[in-house]
């Protein structure tokens, strides 16, 4: 039995953490292509900096897509606020002393990996180590403090240097308010340290310690306190807790591609990884200390210096993938920066708004989009120790089967969905391959147009070969919950052996709004396996509007997290069970064309990217991590779509990858 996962981080590519690498993908490319283009030849004048093009995910047709699309009817508005710039507030600069607060049992060893941190951004003795975690602060500095209003030491009309300056320690080893704190008591704890104007304080957890939202929502987080006028940092150690997700690059992540995590450049997979949350953090508290500064998006919700290039730690990085980084020959360790001290630091890309691109301290720019000048910049490279390579990067055949000629369909309802919400998934499937032809005077888009892309792309051999037919054979409808509202996976793969699927068939298993499932919002929004002794496969969804809107229903709920522009309504008025669909239409996709492992996919296979979670989070053209695209709307509901279906029904459905083209294509 296999299955793979639908998963959030996937879906929502860079509304997680992980994958807002490229944030200002298209609009960047119309506004910044002449000014990339200067800074390019120019050199940059810095020896240590050389550009190099880093594309999302799937590198090299980014041109061709901008070219290709076609306009359709009325389109949505791009997003108000997708770049990331000054918006007049106060930043830190000058001398900011840095206060650190421990809460709970740290070693002196770890400890002394987040102190060499602090004292290595702004070094008292001139270093020459390179890339230095200075080098890295600097660019910080040059790039938001210099110009901006401040506090502290630097106000004024003549911009200083900016300096971080170790202040006190204090260490709470007995846990004074718990071992599970909200995010008021993180706020509490700054307090406590009694910061002065312009000081910054860092909070940090040990890894016996539980904090509201952490794993799940948050990996760090940073505040302030306005009217005192100081900000506080918060990262807690992940190692046990959630090292996938917030321990990352240097933990697998729990889920998407399992390459294997990188060496922790110190030893230690929590702190190491504390740091570069840490970093992160450090840099949104100086530079949008009191949510009026640099930003971008809603400003309560916001991306900023470094989350707005999140997973970017070397060149040629994309989501899920960190880059090419340096490698410590003695101990294996992963790093981009060098402390004063000597330790070794992994430190998270810095965006540049000037240039709007992604600055890392190995390869200094990252190009978001010009195309043309890769050649230049591919000749400029230097190189540099012994370098990461990535083994899989590329979404091919890997010689199983696939699902195809007929595939009979057989849905099973668990749980209680009325009978309008059964029609919404039963016209889709209906649409795939209708028994008649469309009308002469019909639009493109449609679904069957979608799903001739998937069976021509991947599940036709040859041209003679027999076309793929979705053919719906029976429905089920358990509305007695009889294996309670909490499933696990198995018992989701037990749903659809209860059927007796024969050879061929594919099982789809829906749960309703009440019905949890292992990992659902939290892991997964869908999810494929298959017998593959008995020949089938089965996909399930469910209906997130009472439970995870934000991260399963999305574009049709407000992100759970990352940029809150208005939600899409949902062309067939229904939050679920239009959200249920789109996950479903990949998760189907990915059934057909990889539904024993072995088939079409990228990554390791067991948490493969696969045909339309390769392109996670694109319905029209234009998308980038947290928008959608330029997607159809109908003019007499408002409901947003890309393809019409069976009974003239409207759904928004996900962008499908082409293996021959190497992009991702979408409807509209």
């Given at each position: 039995m296999l299955w793979y996962s639908n998963n959030v981080a996937a879906q929502l590519v860079a509304i997680n953490r992980a994958f807002f690498a490229v944030a200002n993908f298209e609009r960047s490319y119309v506004q910044q292509n002449a000014k990339m283009a200067s800074c390019i030849f120019a050199g940059q004048k810095s020896t240590l900096l050389w550009p190099v093009v880093v594309l999302l995910i799937l590198q090299s047709m980014a041109a061709n897509a901008l070219s290709d699309r076609r306009q359709l009817?009325?389109?949505?508005?791009?997003?108000?606020?997708?770049?990331?710039?000054?918006?007049?507030?106060?930043?830190?600069?000058?001398?900011?002393?840095?206060?650190?607060?421990?809460?709970?049992?740290?070693?002196?060893?770890?400890?002394?990996?987040?102190?060499?941190?602090?004292?290595?951004?702004?070094?008292?003795?001139?270093?020459?180590?390179?890339?230095?975690?200075?080098?890295?602060?600097?660019?910080?500095?040059?790039?938001?403090?210099?110009?901006?209003?401040?506090v502290g030491n630097g106000s004024g009309a003549k911009a200083v240097a900016t300096r971080v300056v170790p202040s006190n320690q204090v260490s709470d080893e007995a846990y004074s308010l718990g071992k599970t704190l909200t995010l008021a008591q993180i706020s509490q704890l700054a307090a406590g340290a009694s910061p002065k104007r312009g000081a910054?304080?860092?909070?940090?957890?040990?890894?016996?310690?539980?904090?509201?939202?952490?794993?799940?929502?948050?990996?760090?987080?940073?505040?302030?306190?306005?009217?005192?006028?100081?900000?506080?940092?918060?990262?807690?150690?992940?190692?046990?807790?959630?090292?996938?997700?917030?321990a990352r690059p240097f933990a697998r992540p729990a889920y998407g591609p399992q390459d294997p995590p990188l060496g922790a450049p110190n030893g230690e997979v929590g702190v190491d990884g504390m740091v570069v949350t840490l970093a992160s953090m450090v840099a949104g508290a100086v530079t949008n200390p009191f949510g009026d500064a640099y930003y971008q998006g809603d400003k309560d919700a916001a991306l900023e210096a470094c989350t707005a290039c999140a997973g970017v730690y070397g060149s040629g990085s994309y989501p899920g993938y960190a880059g090419k980084v340096l490698v410590d020959k003695a101990n294996g360790g992963s790093y981009n920066a060098v402390g004063g001290s000597g330790k070794r630091f992994l430190l998270p890309a810095i965006y540049i708004p000037a240039t709007a691109s992604c600055f890392t301290t190995v390869v200094a720019m990252v190009a978001l989009v010009v195309l043309s000048l890769a050649g230049a910049s591919m000749a400029a490279r230097r190189q540099l120790v012994l370098l990461k390579s990535h083994v899989s990067d590329e979404l091919s055949y890997h010689g199983g089967a696939v699902l195809h000629g007929d595939i009979p369909v057989t849905i099973v309802w668990y749980g209680r969905f009325k009978p309008a919400q059964k029609a919404i998934v039963v016209d889709f499937l209906l649409s795939l391959t209708p028994t008649s032809p469309a009308p002469t005077n019909a639009m493109p888009p449609s679904a069957a147009q979608w799903w001739s892309t998937i069976a021509k792309g991947y599940l036709s051999s040859n041209a003679t070969a027999a076309a793929t037919r979705v053919v719906l054979a029976n429905q089920t409808t358990d509305e007695e919950y009889s294996l309670g509202k909490s499933l696990t996976l198995v018992e989701v793969f037990q749903l659809a052996a209860g059927i007796v699927p024969d050879r061929g068939d594919l099982v789809v298993v829906l749960t309703d709004a009440d019905v949890v499932v292992e990992g659902f919002c939290s892991a997964r929004c869908g999810v494929h396996g298959s017998d593959a002794r008995a020949g089938y496969a089965y996909a399930w969804a469910g209906d997130a509007e009472r439970q995870c809107p934000g991260q399963c229903a999305w574009p049709f709920a407000t992100p759970a997290y990352g940029p809150k522009d208005p939600a899409l309504v949902p062309p067939n008025g229904d939050v679920g069970m239009d959200g249920m669909v789109a996950t479903l239409a990949g998760v189907l996709a990915g059934a057909v064309t990889n539904p024993f492992g072995d088939g079409y996919y990228l990554g390791d296979r067991d948490a493969a990217l696969e045909a339309c979670s390769a392109c996670a989070g694109a319905y029209g053209s234009g998308s980038y991590p947290g928008y959608a695209g330029k997607v159809l709307v109908d003019e007499t509901t408002g409901g947003s779509y890309n393809a019409v279906g069976a009974n003239g029904r409207k759904y928004l459905l996900p962008a499908v990858y082409d293996p021959v083209t190497s992009r991702c294509t979408t409807l509209v």
């Open positions: 009817q009325l389109m949505e508005d791009d997003p108000a606020s997708d770049v990331l710039s000054y918006h007049g507030g106060a930043v830190l600069a000058g001398e900011i002393p840095v206060s650190i607060v421990w809460y709970g049992k740290f070693k002196p060893s770890q400890k002394d990996i987040v102190v060499d941190f602090v004292q290595s951004l702004t070094p008292t003795t001139t270093s020459t180590s390179t890339p230095s975690a200075a080098q890295w602060w600097r660019t910080l500095a040059t790039s938001y403090l210099s110009n901006a209003t401040t910054v304080v860092l909070v940090l957890t040990d890894a016996d310690v539980v904090v509201e939202g952490f794993c799940s929502v948050r990996c760090g987080v940073h505040g302030s306190d306005a009217g005192a006028g100081y900000a506080y940092a918060w990262a807690g150690n992940a190692e046990r807790q959630c090292p996938g997700q917030c």
